[in-house]
């Protein structure tokens, strides 16, 4: 059993519930509650890892390999040899019908019933029942035959797959071909034949012919589920058909992958999906979907998962090719412990801030920023979000970074969480205060500053014009009176001085009543004895 290939781990530790925690030297640290992921391989005593589908019978497990092999499973988990035969055959589907095992292959198509096995020459990549006819499907179209017919091509015994092989007019002869593209899964619901192809999915009913239902990338698999068609799709992830309504989850939705091969559906409606990069289930809570996943990293026996089947105890068991994996229903359904998130550091520009803490000021030329997000959670994969302030819409942070360029000086507050893949949030919500400083320039100190210099200037420059302008007058007047006082009283009448009184008024005054005068700014004192 390896749970974590190709990783330096640097230290383990079991917690006192049973869990096992790892650190790595490149991937942070990772959780297995009680390692309940269990493998059968090899070393189990299976003929060979590559597992290609599974099968439950409700007792047993049943298991098809490549090169002709199939083992199956005791209720006591013991490994034991089916059926084995020489030749090149790859098994690729196992079906139940009327307590006979069908075993779908490359080359034929197996049936073992009372443990007698009989062959039929026809290359298997999907099987359909009902009680009149056997419906097959594989690279020449789909077909249907009776099971009269059926009976006709049975050859008891295997020694080479060309030996049995049927020329086209005999196979004609027994089978209806009711498509002829690439067919690679059937669903039978009533009178309704529904045939996965390489362009999507194609209905046929025996009273109107063939037409085309959905049109997408190659569809792998196939099934009902109510009034509800579940499809699994090669390149554009699940379809949902339900009456009136298309629905299509994808890698964009939380998929492990679009790119998905098998799919099977248990008695909670849940959507377990098998791909070539994992395992992924995907639950319906609250009107939301919330989907898990799985990897080698995650304990799975590998990566690339060709088969899922859910045995009578709703137990997971995922084929793989690197072996069977069988997850326990009670361990897969355990209510998910929330996330924990942390800011792990900052980075402006190229100064790093370590252990932040809940505000952070820069200047106004370092406004480039990275802020790095650290999260743990049990079992299950997490994405970050973020939001600018209470009153802003959650957005989600590619990876786990956050990145903010050319910051204008203000003050920026963030909030942060993370969700897991069943939608469970975080029960922290970690939050940080960015200022950035503005330029002196552009700060209030230095504009009340500008502002109070400008001011000082314009009353400098009024007053020194306006001193200089009366200075002159009064030289003036007193030029005047130097003047007249030098003469005789009788050559000139009493000197008279006019002013323009503050109110507007002009007043005459003897020049002899004048006792002094001073310039007052824009204005001129003038003192009498009244």
């Known amino acids: 059993l390896c749970l974590l290939p190709d990783e330096q781990v640097t230290a383990l530790c079991h917690d006192h519930e049973g869990g096992t925690w790892m650190s790595t030297l490149y991937h942070g640290a990772f959780y297995f509650p009680d390692l309940d992921i269990v493998h059968y391989s090899v070393d189990e005593g299976f003929p060979q890892p590559e597992v290609n589908?599974?099968?439950?019978?409700?007792?047993?497990?049943i298991v098809g390999f490549d090169l002709a092999k199939v083992a199956y499973l005791t209720s006591e988990a013991e490994v034991r040899q089916l059926w084995r035969s020489k030749g090149r055959t790859i098994f690729n589907r196992i079906e139940e019908y009327n307590g006979d095992l069908y075993f779908g292959a490359n080359e034929y198509l197996l049936r073992i019933s009372n443990g007698v096995s009989t062959y039929f020459p026809m290359p298997i990549r999907g099987l359909g029942f009902t009680p009149t006819h056997l419906y097959y499907t594989n690279s020449a179209g789909t077909f249907r035959t009776t099971w009269k017919n059926l009976e006709t091509l049975k050859v008891t015994e295997f020694h080479d797959p060309d030996s049995i092989r049927l020329s086209g007019t005999t196979e004609a002869y027994i089978s209806l071909k009711i498509f002829s593209g690439t067919g690679t899964s059937i669903a039978i619901k009533g009178e309704e034949v529904w045939v996965g192809t390489k362009t999507g999915i194609v209905r046929w009913q025996e009273t109107t012919g063939l037409d085309t239902l959905l049109e997408s990338a190659p569809v792998m698999d196939l099934e009902w589920k109510g009034d509800s068609l579940f499809a699994a799709s090669s390149g554009d992830g699940v379809f949902i058909m339900a009456p009136d309504t298309l629905i299509k989850i994808g890698q964009r939705d939380g998929l492990i992958s679009d790119f998905c091969d098998c799919l099977t559906l248990d008695d909670g409606g849940n959507i377990w999906v098998g791909s070539h990069e994992g395992l992924s289930c995907i639950k319906r809570k609250d009107g939301q979907w919330s989907i898990l996943n799985w990897?080698?990293?995650?304990?799975l026996p590998g990566n690339v998962v060709n088969d899922i089947i859910i045995d009578k105890q709703d137990d997971i068991w995922v084929a793989t090719q690197k072996g069977l994996g069988h997850l326990p229903r009670e361990s897969v359904?355990?209510?998910?412990?929330?996330?924990?998130?942390?800011i792990g550091y900052v980075a402006a520009d190229t100064h790093i801030i370590r252990e932040p803490s809940s505000s952070i000021t820069l200047p106004y030329n370092?406004?480039?920023?990275?802020?790095?997000?650290?999260?743990?959670?049990l079992k299950h994969d997490i994405r970050f979000r973020y939001r600018k302030d209470n009153n802003s819409t959650w957005k989600t942070v590619p990876g786990n970074t956050l990145l903010l360029n050319n910051l204008a000086p203000d003050e920026y507050r963030f909030y942060f969480q993370a969700v897991n893949s069943e939608g469970v949030v975080s029960e922290n919500t970690p939050e940080i205060l960015i200022i950035v400083n503005p330029p002196f320039w552009q700060?209030?100190?230095?504009?009340?500053?500008?502002?109070?210099?400008?001011?000082g200037l314009i009353v400098l420059f009024f007053r020194y014009n306006v001193l200089s302008y009366n200075r002159e007058v009064v030289k003036a007047i007193l030029e005047s009176l130097s003047r007249r006082l030098g003469k005789e009283?009788?050559?000139?009448?009493?000197?008279?001085?006019?002013?323009?009184a503050v109110d507007g008024s002009y007043v005459k005054l003897n020049f002899r009543e004048i006792l002094w005068m001073?310039?007052?700014?824009?204005?001129?004192?003038?003192h009498t004895p009244d």
């Open 518 to 526: 001073k310039a007052a700014r824009e204005y001129i004192e003038v």
């Open 366 to 377: 370092r406004n480039d920023l990275a802020i790095y997000l650290e999260g743990i959670s």
């Open 443 to 455: 700060t209030i100190w230095f504009r009340l500053s500008v502002l109070a210099f400008l001011i």
């Open 489 to 500: 009283p009788e050559e000139e009448p009493e000197p008279e001085l006019i002013f323009k």
């Open 295 to 299: 990897t080698r990293r995650g304990g």
């Open 53 to 61: 589908t599974v099968f439950s019978n409700g007792e047993e497990i």
């Open 333 to 342: 359904m355990a209510t998910p412990q929330p996330p924990r998130i942390y």
